[in-house]
């Protein structure tokens, strides 16, 4: 059944923005260089969809030179000590808050995210850098002593070696960051493909920061991940493969990293459960998932998009669901107000109406939105589809859009276990005023960060990764720094 009502209109802002671009080419061995391939991408602003620039379209011929340029580079940064490349790692943060309404403009203009979330984007990028600066200096191990008799041992912590980073399209500066700024730190060198559809602030980077990394540590090369992606993850002289993206991209990456046996650091997809308890504060779980599900228009793998909540306040739930998702604003970047913009591309908005059509087809009800909003870009209503019964597709099918659903549970080991029949693990909440409740139901969660009474808050210092289909691998936090690191014993006969 559907009670859909056209309440949404996009805002819009008066001027359209105006950013700076990065040099057209190859980040390679410190400087942009030519690609191998005369083929570009576009790059298109999904809020107006105008074309705003077009970057190469790399080749393997790109990413090997890449590469070499890395692994030329790595024995001269490894060597460094820690306190210098933490130095490093600070004057890129300085150059990120220098140029932040630069990043914030160029980022908008290539995702379609509101100003807000620019904003938080581009703080965070910040903040990461400088945590990772300080997690570089203050490494902890197993201290050196006689573990065998007459034998002393010392724990070296080594880089890797040349890590390859592919980054994904939702949060495009940050996600470089959560990568670039631990991978630096641990003594790595690193070759970033970025997405093919928001390159533009890692380029920028780049441009910035180029005077600050010695040449070969830091590279970029633009292209599709099926040839750019792939050539990463096979590549004999890269030691490790990280990636931020869907699980199929994950399981190409994983394939494709089995050849050389090389290590794979997987951060994938998310369903996340919100679970609602009878006792929660109810207002503040609408609220709640108001903000963590439609989140940078709810393109965002931890997102609040699976509402269970107890029978007994369900209706009430959904009523004040309802009328939070109805006052949410939608606009293009620099439109004042706008809680969410655009879908980040044409094919991504078509998955997403595609998806709201079989749930139509499916009979369910949508409360609130569920259809485009006629104009310019790619907009699509915030959504609300409720009386969701177990086991319907929309559970456990990521959409990665604007959609949240609401479904029922009569018992707590009901919620349990439906909050866990899902391929993913990455995140969950639970919503409960009962402290027994709030101590023993995250534990019963299978997801690598559980919120109680909140979703979504992020802090630099806690690792953030999942389980399951959600990967391994944890980004954030000095656990970041262990995941790009090897450990090396050596031990010494003293008898």
């Not at 703080?123 to 203050?138: H, Y």
């Not at 319907?392 to 009569?410: C, D, K, L, R």
């Not at 979504?456 to 995941?483: C, H, N, Q």
């Amino acid at each position: 059944m559907t009670t859909e009502t056209a309440l949404f209109t996009v805002r819009r802002a008066d001027a359209s923005l105006t950013p700076s671009f990065p040099p057209f080419g190859q980040f390679i061995g410190g400087t942009f260089v030519p690609s191998t391939s005369t083929s570009t991408v576009e790059i298109v602003n999904p809020a107006t969809e105008e074309v705003l620039t077009q970057v190469p379209a790399g080749t393997v011929e790109d990413v090997d030179a890449a590469v070499a340029a890395a692994v030329a580079a790595k024995d001269a940064w490894a060597a460094k000590t820690p306190r210098d490349r933490s130095a490093v790692l600070l004057k890129i943060a300085d150059t990120i808050e220098a140029n932040r309404e630069l990043f914030e403009t160029l980022e908008a203009a290539n995702t379609g995210k509101p100003s807000a979330v620019a904003e938080d984007d581009i703080s965070s990028a910040i903040d990461t850098f400088r945590f990772s600066a300080g997690a570089a200096r203050a490494y902890s191990t197993l201290g050196a002593d006689d573990y065998a008799e007459n034998h002393t041992s010392v724990i070296h912590r080594e880089p890797v070696g040349v890590v390859g980073v592919i980054t994904p399209w939702n949060y495009p500066l940050l996600m470089a960051a959560w990568k670039i700024a631990p991978v630096l730190g641990a003594g790595n060198t690193l070759v970033l493909k970025p997405s093919e559809q928001t390159p533009l602030t890692t380029l920028k980077l780049a441009e910035l920061i180029a005077g600050e990394v010695p040449s070969g540590v830091l590279n970029i090369v633009t292209g599709p991940g099926r040839v750019v992606g792939n050539r990463l993850s096979e590549h004999h002289d890269v030691d490790l493969v990280a990636i931020t993206g869907s699980v199929g991209s994950g399981q190409k990456v994983a394939a494709a990293a089995a050849g050389s046996v090389k290590r794979v650091h997987l951060e994938l997809g998310g369903k996340a459960p919100v679970v609602v308890f009878a006792d929660a504060d109810l207002e503040a779980a609408a609220k709640g998932v108001r903000s963590a599900g439609f989140w940078n228009g709810g393109q965002e793998c931890g997102a609040a998009c699976r509402v269970l909540v107890h029978e007994s306040v369900a209706d009430k739930f959904t009523e004040l669901l309802v009328r939070e998702i109805s006052e949410i604003t939608v606009g293009t970047p620099g439109a004042g107000d706008a809680e969410i913009g655009s879908m980040i591309s044409k094919p991504h908005y078509e998955r997403v109406l595609a998806a709201l059509d079989d749930i139509r087809k499916d009979g369910l009800t949508i409360a609130v939105g569920g259809r485009a909003i006629e104009g310019p870009g790619y907009f699509i209503e915030p959504t609300v589809v409720t009386n969701v019964p177990a086991g319907a597709a929309i559970t456990s099918n990521e959409i990665f859009g604007p959609v949240v659903s609401v479904e029922t549970f009569s018992t707590d080991e009901e919620a349990i276990t439906r909050a866990n029949e899902t391929i993913y693990g990455l995140a969950a909440s639970a919503w409960t005023k009962d402290s027994a409740r709030s101590l023993t139901v995250p534990r019963k969660l299978d997801f690598g960060t559980v919120w109680v009474n909140s979703h979504l808050v992020i802090a630099t210092e806690m690792p953030w990764g999942g389980f399951k289909g959600s990967g391994y691998g944890r980004d954030l936090s000095s656990y970041a720094l262990d995941d790009f690191s090897r450990t090396k014993h050596v031990m010494y006969n003293r008898g």
